[in-house]
């Protein structure tokens, strides 16, 4: 994204207002958005509690700009299912919040939706498209009774477009009557079956449909607030169900008493259980039980005991009801949004809203202190890096400058900042509301000091790669104990989920916040598996690896290690934690003792298979296409496009065969299941101007940094806006472009690595 100026490109079509505008798009044949993270699963787990689907409809439309700090959602490993939601009739979920979604292995779904003058075209979306240009219609009439016709043509154009935008279905809101009552019904819950085997088909079995709790069998709308006899054809027919958030206590049991009062010898479409049941919460209130938002716990405390699962509407409250305030900025928004998500801090305290009235015959409704979101459900890892590396520098995907490295090669001005959901990564799901730390060693060496204090911090003011890192911070009063000069303590950070028997290859990238500290640091980085009582044991061989590279820049340091578990292959998925093991030697004990780091980068990924060709990621030319417009387009208004390869190392084992019937191979061969060729999470763009009558001389590291790709949704394409450059283009005769790529390991290129193409202006 061109993150330095004013003007930006939408990615294509990002809704449709209407099914005849869907036509239009299918007309058009265009690729997959190759950018956007394909969805892989998160390993399967035994626990057996509700999930949380939560659906976003932000301020109506989604109006926000990128050229500024926007609300973003960052506690993804308790979702399981997320909803882009607004009111146009097919929402398409933007390119990085799908891959944000992915990242943690969370499905994205988009929204088809009728409500007001929707009729019309919710009976188009049963009967599909008919011909303009010739008169048509059946060749006999029939003699017997025929019900209304039934087209998979927008079962097929649906499931065609989640695949080309890479999403995982959708959430149906049929808001709008249906006059024809149990006939278009009827048939609609057939369509709905079409759907989902479409998706399932096109872009596999995790494919979702999840029907929201609004018409009901005779065509009328009529919220339910429950499932019940009136929408059961609906539910049959989708993977899944979103009841309406106005229900009363009791109908969370009356759903589950629904249920399993089904007959379980019929063949129903889909096989279900409570946990495709998602009952429905308002985080603005609007009738919720708990009036939403920090009393949203009241509501769940209804949902999550009784087995069902629970849907958020409308998250973005916590930034909509506070961001008129006189004080408001980025980071009082996100203490507000870590409270409701992850829970409070020692002094802290939450508003509770009003509670509603009773209902008549309502009994009162008992509940206790606040209890945070994240309490009531699973924590889940991402994807194992084998299938997904896991990479984050604790973006929530905003920040107020860009960093490179450790240089910072932008700034917005003052006050200005930058969204940008593509580059969002995890903020590290084991630090919030704080992190917590237990004493490094074997069970026989207990310190008789007591634990030090530890706190964790999103800071926008400081980064190594993208635009922000997270600052863990130690505290200790002063002990007067032998054991008190030396403490040593296991700080975890991101879970992760491990296959036994595979060597991974995990590192970090991390600097000393505070060089005054009264202590001497050593830090090193560890992993350890997660036991169900949230305690941690030592599974893993763990080897470190020298990190070849020159000194860092800005006193940031890097850290790496080889790991492997010891458990039989045939185990299933280990959920362990990768964190920082930090050695703490006080010069006076007696002394508190108050220190932070800043950790700017982790990264989990297979360690290099000995088999696999030694290589190095390279970008191997770019070009540059001007805009087609009318003569007053700007020059440099244009495309930059590239391409990614790979260069090997020298090798001679060639040399060394005996001849034609030597079974060794020449040379290491990558085994098919395997992975090796480079893969890119996003490319830097550069600019540089040469004035006139001088030599094109490149000097990269002189280039002016102006954005990045991904916001388009595209891999290796970069919309260049002449508005944007940021130097003045009088007498400038040539224009270098730079890309330079960072590897979903993140590595960023080297600039011999990288690649350079010249724009003459005319």
């Not at 007959?263 to 985080?283: F, H, M, Q, W």
């Amino acid at each position: 994204m061109p993150l330095t100026g004013r003007t930006f490109q939408n990615p294509d079509g990002q809704y449709f207002k209407s099914l005849e505008e869907l036509d239009s798009w299918a007309e058009t044949p265009r690729e997959d958005l190759s950018t956007v993270l394909k969805y892989h699963p998160r390993p399967a787990s035994s626990n057996s509690s509700g999930k949380l689907m939560v659906c976003h409809d932000y301020k109506g439309g989604y109006n926000e700009s990128p050229f500024s700090l926007g609300y973003t959602f960052n506690f993804w490993s308790v979702v399981d299912i997320f909803i882009y939601f607004s009111h146009h009739r097919i929402t398409i979920p933007p390119p990085g919040w799908i891959t944000a979604a992915h990242r943690h292995g969370v499905k994205m779904l988009g929204t088809l939706i009728f409500e007001g003058d929707g009729e019309n075209d919710c009976l188009r979306l049963l009967v599909g498209r008919l011909p303009k240009s010739h008169k048509t219609g059946p060749a006999r009439q029939p003699s017997n009774f025929r019900s209304l016709p039934l087209s998979a043509h927008y079962a097929r154009i649906l499931a065609d477009l989640a695949h080309q935008r890479g999403f995982d279905g959708y959430l149906l809101n049929f808001e709008c009557p249906l006059r024809g009552g149990m006939e278009q019904t009827r048939a609609v819950a057939a369509w709905i079956t079409i759907l989902v085997d479409e998706l399932k088909r096109k872009i596999g079995s995790h494919a979702e449909v999840t029907w929201y709790d609004s018409v009901v069998v005779t065509g009328q709308l009529a919220w339910q607030d429950r499932l019940n006899s009136f929408n059961l054809p609906f539910f049959l027919s989708s993977t899944s169900f979103f009841t309406n958030y106005t229900w009363p206590p009791s109908y969370t049991s009356k759903t589950v008493e629904f249920f399993r009062s089904l007959d379980r010898s019929a063949a129903y479409v889909l096989p279900k259980t409570e946990r495709d049941i998602y009952v429905g919460i308002d985080v603005f209130g609007r009738g919720s039980h708990g009036g939403g938002g920090f009393g949203v716990y009241k509501a769940l405390q209804h949902i999550v005991p009784v087995g069902l699962s629970t849907a958020f509407f409308a998250p973005g409250w916590s930034w909509e009801s506070t961001q008129d305030g006189s004080d408001f900025t980025w980071e009082l928004w996100f203490a507000h949004e870590r409270r409701l998500w992850a829970g409070t801090l020692a002094g802290e305290s939450v508003t509770l809203p009003e509670p509603a009235p009773n209902r008549p015959g309502e009994p009162p409704c008992t509940h206790g202190p606040f209890e945070c979101v994240t309490s009531f459900f699973a924590h889940t890892p991402p994807p194992d890096p084998r299938v997904v590396p896991l990479h984050t520098t604790f973006c929530p995907g905003v920040g107020r400058a860009w960093w490179v490295d450790g240089v910072k090669v932008f700034e917005r001005p003052e006050g200005g900042g930058w969204t940008d959901i593509d580059k969002q990564t995890s903020i590290g799901d084991l630090v919030w509301p704080k992190p917590t730390l237990s004493w490094e060693g074997s069970s026989d060496d207990v310190h008789a000091a007591a634990l030090p204090a530890a706190t964790s911090e999103i800071t926008l003011g400081e980064a190594w790669n993208g635009g922000s890192c997270l600052r863990l911070g130690i505290s200790a009063a002063g002990e007067d104990g032998e054991d008190a000069a030396f403490r040593c303590v296991w700080l975890p950070v991101q879970s992760v989920s491990i296959t036994p028997s595979r060597s991974y290859e995990a590192t970090a990238v991390y600097k000393l916040d505070q060089e005054d500290s009264n202590v001497d640091l050593d830090v090193a980085l560890s992993v350890k598996a997660m036991t169900s009582l949230g305690a941690y044991s030592d599974a893993f061989d763990i080897v470190p690896q020298a990190v070849m590279s020159d000194a860092l820049p800005n006193g940031w340091m890097k850290l790496c290690v080889q790991f492997e578990s010891s458990a039989p292959h045939s185990a299933s998925a280990i959920n362990a934690a990768l964190g920082l093991v930090i050695s703490i030697v006080a010069e006076e004990p007696s002394e508190a003792l108050k220190f932070s780091l800043l950790l700017g980068q982790l990264n989990a990924y297979p360690a290099p298979s000995p088999t696999a060709p030694i290589h190095a990621p390279m970008i191997l030319w770019a070009d540059f296409n001007a805009t087609a417009g009318t003569p007053n387009t700007p020059p440099l208004d244009g495309t930059l496009t590239w391409e990614v390869a790979a260069t090997f190392a020298a090798h001679s084992n060639i040399l060394t065969l005996t001849g034609a019937e030597d079974p060794a191979s020449a040379w290491p061969v990558a085994p098919s299941a395997e992975s090796w060729f480079p893969r890119f999470l996003y490319f830097n763009i550069y600019a540089q101007p040469h004035n006139a009558g001088a030599a094109v001389v490149q000097k990269p590291e002189e280039a002016v940094w102006i954005g990045t790709s991904g916001y388009e949704g595209q891999e290796r394409v970069f919309g260049v806006r002449q508005a944007n450059i940021p130097f003045d283009l009088n007498e400038v005769k040539v224009v270098s472009f730079y890309v330079q790529g960072v590897t979903d390991r993140g590595e960023v290129l080297r600039w011999d690595q990288s690649v350079v193409v010249d724009v003459v202006l005319s």
